[in-house]
């Protein structure tokens, strides 16, 4: 029979359920269980690939092309729960599907209602992940308890041991235990009204785990178990981790949260098997290298925007034993301010993916003084078609080379339209997306990185390289070191003449883990380390950071890039 956990969260967001919850499910694995990974989303769209970045973060793909919720990115990188369509719905989604169904006449003249229908549709996509493999499915409910628009989903969940018994479900409700200075105290109130609106819901939590920013004391720790009615060791205290996310699953152990679990849900398990979390804090503790890489965006003041490629270039610097200051570079100050005020100092250069034109002249900007400056650069998808357009403009000598994403009539669409997207005009789902294959070039980094020929990696996006301009692009030195197996479209460009020149038309960052970090980042994360070194090694002092933007005001590797960036 297959357990369920279910995940909610109290009194504000953003208290990383996502987070939470991908450390249940890591522990979970870690003692040999067989784990599926489910996020249900309050809000209407039918999935957050029509939003802006600035709404939930980024948008992550998975490899069925289905475009997810960011937390799902927290799945991957934390467990080996395969992911799919079915791992994140919206009301937006599950209202399409029994609208759908009403218009079908499938309802038999009933009035539909949001119970049963709604609710019954919810049991149903929770229950579709619940295969006959699966120990134990984790549902995260995303949203604060209190929100008229995630009531249907609490009833669901409410409803749902009806279905599979009690004994087989478990309640986690996660909350924020506020530290009053003022007071010189924590403060239990918040929690306890978020827990008793959960119960006048009819979800009695069985575990809370509390967000805090000082130790919970034992008669705080009796006094929440008490009003929430819950055993005093059912209360687990989850405090603010400043140094790495990575250590959250660790302490959530120390608190007996993976314990707790395995007991109310009578799970006999081994202990669970900590080394490889244990190995990644001691390499992120004991870094052989610093660096500085800076990632040049649109919304570079969105610390979710580019959740995954934070979180890649972190993964690469724990593999390379690197630590890594992460510079988050708006590209329209580019514009304004130049290039090299803002990225001198650096040692790689990441453009990542993106839509829209403001700021694009910032990216192609940055994209030349990497490769004029020989700094490491990294393109993913807008990156690459950037690069492109910098070279086209400035070696091939197409003037005004353009993407027609930003401009219909130029006189070089160096990247233009996919010609499967021309026909298309409903904006959601429709772009090339999910894991698509491309075969690498001998003698080419890529290739030397992945050390494989054939590789699949992820899409989102409407316009490719113009294959038109490949020989001429090609002629002046550009190489095509990845392509579609048909060769049809480009899917990897690379510089020779340069130190790591590597632009890539898909999304690595979807494809990286702590444990596993992806290649293409390890290599540009190396390729940075030796600048570094070049560079110590000429200025006369090993191994110590030269003075510059980058390092006195810069993110530091494994922390939250919110806590800085250069001004
Ligand atoms: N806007 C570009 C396209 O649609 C790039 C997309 C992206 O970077 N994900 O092709």
Avoid at 219 to 231: G, T, Y
């Amino acid at each position: 029979m297959t357990k369920h956990i279910f995940v909610t969260g109290g009194v504000v967001s953003s208290l990383g359920k996502g987070l939470t919850s991908a450390s249940i499910g890591m522990l979970l694995e870690a003692r040999g269980l067989k784990v599926r990974m489910q996020k249900l989303d309050p809000y209407i769209n039918v999935d957050p690939g029509t939003m802006s970045p600035y709404q939930h973060g980024e948008v992550y793909v998975l490899d069925d092309g289905s475009e997810t919720d960011l937390d799902l990115g927290h799945y991957e990188r934390f467990t080996n729960a395969p992911l799919t369509r079915d791992s994140n719905y919206t009301t937006g989604q599950i209202y399409l599907s029994v609208i759908e169904k009403e218009r079908k006449g499938q309802f038999l003249g009933k009035t539909v209602q949001v119970i049963p229908h709604i609710t019954d549709e919810i049991k149903h996509v929770i229950r579709k992940v619940a295969d006959a493999d699966t120990d134990v499915v984790i549902t995260e409910i995303g949203g604060t308890v209190g929100d008229i628009e995630s009531l249907p989903f609490l009833e669901a969940i409410r409803q749902y041991p009806l279905l599979v018994g009690r004994e087989n479900c478990l309640y986690i409700h996660l909350t924020l235990v506020p530290y009053l200075k003022a007071a010189g105290e924590l403060k239990t109130k918040p929690t306890q009204h978020s827990v008793g609106q959960l119960r006048q819901i009819g979800i009695q939590p069985d575990i809370l785990i509390c967000r805090c920013e000082q130790p919970i004391s034992r008669e705080e720790r009796d006094k929440i178990a008490l009003f929430c009615n819950l055993p005093p060791q059912a209360v687990i205290e989850e405090r603010d981790k400043d140094f790495s996310i990575y250590e959250v699953p660790l302490s959530l152990v120390s608190n007996g949260l993976d314990d707790q679990i395995c007991e109310r849900l009578k799970l006999s398990t081994q202990s669970p098997d900590l080394d490889p979390f244990n190995e990644i804090l001691h390499r992120l503790r004991n870094p052989n290298h610093e660096i500085s890489i800076a990632v040049v965006g649109k919304y570079a003041e969105h610390k979710d925007a580019y959740k995954s490629i934070y979180e890649s270039l972190d993964h690469a610097g724990i593999r390379q034993r690197a630590q890594i200051r992460i510079g988050r570079i708006q590209s329209s100050d580019i514009e304004d301010e130049g290039p090299e005020y803002l990225l001198s100092g650096y040692d790689g250069i990441l453009v990542p993916g993106g839509f829209g034109e403001r700021g694009i002249e910032g990216k192609v900007q940055a994209v030349r003084y990497a490769r004029e400056k020989q700094i490491p650069f990294f393109g993913i998808c807008l990156g690459m078609q950037c690069a492109v357009i910098e070279y086209g403009r400035n070696v091939v000598g197409l003037e005004h080379a353009h993407s027609t994403e930003f401009d219909k009539n130029t006189k070089h669409p160096v990247i233009c339209l996919l010609d499967e997207q021309r026909e298309i005009t409903q904006m959601g789902g429709t772009m090339r997306l999910g894991s698509q294959p491309a075969k690498l070039a001998e003698g080419t980094r890529s290739r030397e990185a992945y050390g494989v020929e054939e590789i699949a990696e992820r899409h989102r996006h409407r316009y490719e390289f113009n294959n038109v301009y490949r020989q001429q692009f090609s002629a002046n030195g550009m190489k095509f070191a990845g392509t579609s197996p048909d060769d049809a479209l480009v899917e990897i460009v690379e510089l020779p003449n340069h130190p790591w020149f590597v632009a890539v038309q898909f999304h690595p960052e979807f494809k990286s883990k702590p444990t596993k970090a992806h290649p293409l980042f390890a290599g540009f994360v190396q390729a940075a380390i030796e600048r570094r070194a070049r560079r110590n090694k000429s200025a006369g002092e090993s191994e110590k950071a030269p003075e510059g933007r980058a390092d006195s005001s810069s993110v530091q590797s494994g922390q939250d890039p919110s806590a800085g960036q250069p001004a």
